[in-house]
């Protein structure tokens, strides 16, 4: 059985940092793709970041491209998500999936639905 878990949420200040971890178990990533999504109280769930673990293409939301970068240790069967100069409107709960069909695919999938395992969130608060 496959099992996500994110680590790494917290409260910071805007302009601030956190890393983000997503260590998966029961499953090497190594042919998956690893997605990072939000969802804010009240809004849907968003696509944020991806990475292909087999040759590290990755994907961005605009709204985090340059401020946000995604990485994986596939020996470390864990995925991270360096976010730099945090706003007030990414708080939100971040959840990590795993798309086990990311081989077929020509990019990552940026759709909550192409993803077949997820973990449970952990918690980015962001105060102005």
């Known amino acids: 059985q496959v099992q996500l878990v994110e680590s790494g949420g917290g409260l910071v200040q805007a302009g601030g940092s956190l890393r983000l971890s997503c260590v998966t178990s029961?499953?090497?990533?190594?042919?998956?793709?690893m997605g990072w999504f939000r969802q804010a109280p009240g809004k849907e769930r968003e696509f944020v970041s991806a990475?292909?673990?087999?040759?590290?293409?990755?994907g961005y939301a605009d709204s985090v491209k340059g401020r946000f970068t995604i990485s994986r240790d596939n020996a470390k069967n864990t995925v991270y998500l360096q976010m730099n100069s945090l706003k007030p409107e990414d708080t939100a709960l971040y959840y990590c999936?795993?798309?086990?069909?990311?081989?077929?695919?020509?990019?990552?999938?940026?759709?909550?639905?192409?993803?077949?395992?997820w973990g449970q969130g952990t918690q980015v608060t962001v105060s102005s």
């Open positions: 999936a795993a798309d086990r069909d990311a081989w077929r695919r020509v990019t990552v999938v940026r759709t909550a639905t192409g993803y077949d395992y």
């Open positions: 029961g499953r090497t990533i190594s042919s998956y793709a």
């Open positions: 990475i292909r673990c087999t040759d590290g293409i990755t």
